[in-house]
């Protein structure tokens, strides 16, 4: 079991440097004007645009790093800083969350599957947060033992646990292939230059690695319940 403690611990410390480091990545490329001065709301309605795309919406959400594609009510939504600047982080951003746009037309299969894995993981976190509460005031006993309540709970997170893991691997490739149609897009059409492409395909790296960081430790809790279940004692 300590093992897994580990490997949980581990993956954290890589999730909090990960982050940090793509936070200094966009700060750095934020940097960068477009010598076409498009703001990031103009890239993406151009690169729309260029894939006959006319029933998305381009809108902007608060936040920092908060954009992201609806596909319910196909909305591409974009930070502030993403939707009013014109550098090549914003550039990155825009023409990627267009990229999962394009997905949804061109019905990629990857997305219409995570998509209907997001009813199960909000179910699944539900049940996640609620065996947090139990195991804070039941402690491990309940979980190490080999009794009827304690394996029932052990299953049920598994199952959670399964299906958050499927997710966050499901994610990897929708988010690997956005960011690949957004810079085809950008290089093929001019849209920026050399120094420009360099820093958007610098900055959507280090943003696909939170994803891939994610995946990880998913599957560590999932492999963290697994030996749990596999150890109960008597």
Request: glycine share 6%.
């Amino acid at each position: 079991m300590g093992i897994y403690l580990i490997i949980g611990i581990v993956v954290m410390l890589i999730s909090m440097w990960v982050s940090s480091k793509l936070k200094k990545k966009f700060e750095f490329y934020s940097q960068v004007n477009l010598q076409n001065n498009m703001t990031g709301a103009e890239i993406a309605a151009k690169m729309l645009a260029d894939h006959g795309i006319q029933d998305v919406k381009i809108t902007h959400v608060a936040g920092a790093l908060t954009d992201h594609y609806n596909p319910l009510n196909k909305t591409v939504n974009l930070s502030e800083s993403v939707y009013h600047q014109r550098n090549a982080a914003a550039a990155a951003v825009a023409a990627h969350e267009c990229g999962h746009a394009v997905q949804h037309a061109e019905a990629y299969a990857m997305l219409g599957l995570r998509s209907k894995l997001v009813p199960l993981v909000n179910i699944s976190a539900s049940i996640m947060n609620f065996a947090n509460m139990i195991m804070l005031f039941a402690g491990g006993y309940l979980f190490y033992s080999k009794n009827p309540v304690g394996t029932t709970v052990l299953l049920v997170l598994i199952a959670a646990n399964l299906f958050l893991t499927l997710f966050a691997m499901v994610t990897l490739p929708v988010e690997f292939d956005a960011s690949k149609r957004a810079l085809v897009w950008m290089k093929s059409n001019g849209v920026v230059t050399t120094r420009e492409y360099d820093g958007a395909k610098d900055s959507l790296k280090w943003a696909a690695m939170t994803y891939v960081v994610a995946a990880a430790g998913a599957l560590a809790n999932l492999m963290y319940f697994i030996m749990m279940f596999l150890n109960r004692r008597d």
